[in-house]
Every structure is written in structure tokens, then in C-alpha cells.
């Protein structure tokens, strides 16, 4: 997988999937992550570390339940495409799409992504 803007390209590249708490838990319940735009969109947005903050704040703004699922691209089980964000990310950057669910198992950890005391959620790197 190739790395995005900003990754030294010898760093392996970190796949994260934001979700709320209640979505995680209904995950591991079914056995993978489905978002409700799947069925629409076909395909479960993602983001790297360096990124992440850009899409938490479009659609998360105002949440204190986010959680940031870490993937092992290598248990993903269906292509990932880099694919541009919406108009107003930089030009050049590219998100992760995986065209599949996010299996259970390919979630190596769980982390709270709390937005700051202004409401922002904060770049990661």
C-alpha cells in the first residue's frame, strides 16, 4: 500500500476507521463493521493518521463517542483504493476505501478520539 502525503515512504502505512462506541460494540456482535452508506457507496471510508482529523470533524463534530479502529490491511479481505476526499481536503490527498466490511478480526486496537475543549478533534501526527 503506498503511503500518503506527509509518511516517509518506508513507513508502513496506519489504516484507521472512525465509528462511534455503539457501532463498534454491534460490530463485534456481528462479526464485522458495516457503515450505514456501505449499501450506497459501496465501499467503508478510511483514513491514515495524518488525516483522520479531516473527516472526524465533518462528521463527528460535537461527539465525544468516536473510537478509532487500527486495521491490519493484510486481514481486510477486499481491495483498498485511494481515492480523493471532498473538496475542501488538499488537492493531492488521497483516503483509503475498502470495498468490503471491516472483519472483526482485522481490528488490532481500539482507541477514544476525543475532540479537544473547543469541540475539534486534533490531527494525529
Known amino acids: ?3 500518503e502525503s506527509g509518511q516517509n515512504a518506508s513507513e508502513p502505512v496506519e489504516l484507521l476507521h ?3 462506541r455503539a457501532e463498534w460494540e454491534r460490530a ?3 462479526g464485522h463493521r458495516i457503515p ?3 449499501a450506497a457507496e459501496g465501499f467503508v471510508h478510511m483514513s491514515t493518521p495524518y488525516q483522520v482529523h479531516l473527516p472526524a470533524n465533518r462528521i463527528f463534530a460535537g461527539r465525544d463517542d468516536v473510537v478509532l479502529l487500527a486495521l491490519d490491511p493484510a486481514l481486510l479481505g477486499a481491495d483498498v483504493k485511494w481515492e480523493p476526499g471532498v ?3 488538499p488537492d493531492s490527498m488521497r483516503f483509503p476505501h475498502l470495498f468490503g466490511p471491516i472483519p472483526v478480526g482485522a481490528v488490532m486496537s481500539v482507541t477514544e478520539y476525543r475532540p ?3 469541540g475539534v478533534f486534533p490531527a494525529l501526527r
Open 87 to 89: 473538496p475542501s481536503d
Open 28 to 30: 463485534q456482535e456481528i
Open 36 to 38: 450505514d452508506r456501505f
Open 116 to 118: 479537544d475543549e473547543n
Open 1 to 3: 500500500m503506498k503511503p
Open 18 to 20: 472512525m465509528c462511534t
